[in-house]
């Protein structure tokens, strides 16, 4: 990742994270409020959703966890780690100057503006390929490029859900605040964990 995105002469130096989102199971809610609200139509249920991040290192993290309605584009502007990566880059200055982010997506996602105006963070995400639009050589080899790379991210998504706790799902009487500290502490101890205990 370092050599593809920004070790190279005349690449801008570039703080990588791959984000996505998760769906955590929920229970079916009796208050109709709650149920439209948990709602995932791209789930199909009742769901939790989280933001899902993989830095160049491997590093895993999760962010909270938002009610399954909402859209993954509005849960990447309004959820703050946005916000967060701006504050950063802000600080972590390499020779004087702002490293930016770059954002690595899925083309689902429409937030190339957002990330500009955090910052000025950047954004990679495979060619939306307009209707009846082929795409040209060099946007097949980046959007196959960006794609196989999202693939790493998967691996952080499934130890993500690996806590029983988390992979139980919402159940009724727990307590939402607790629900959402296991999803938050569990990525970070994973990062720290050895394979024979995941």
Known sequence: WN???SERPGVEKMLV????MTGIDAYKFSSAEDQRDTYSKYYAGNKFKGGIGTQLCGYGVTWELWTGHCSDSTYHEESGYLQEQEEFQKRYLVDGEIVRFCNVHDKGYRVRAANERHGNQLTAQPVFGKSD?????RDTLFSASIAS???GNERTVNVSKRSGYVKRGYQPGMDPVMFNDVWLCWMFMANFMYSPVL
């Not at 994270?17 to 996505?20: A, H, K, N, P, R």
């Not at 639009?133 to 050589?137: A, D, S």
């Open 3 to 5: 050599a593809k995105y």
């Open 133 to 137: 639009l082929r795409f040209k050589g």
């Open 17 to 20: 994270v791959m984000w996505d």
């Open 149 to 151: 790379d999202r693939g």
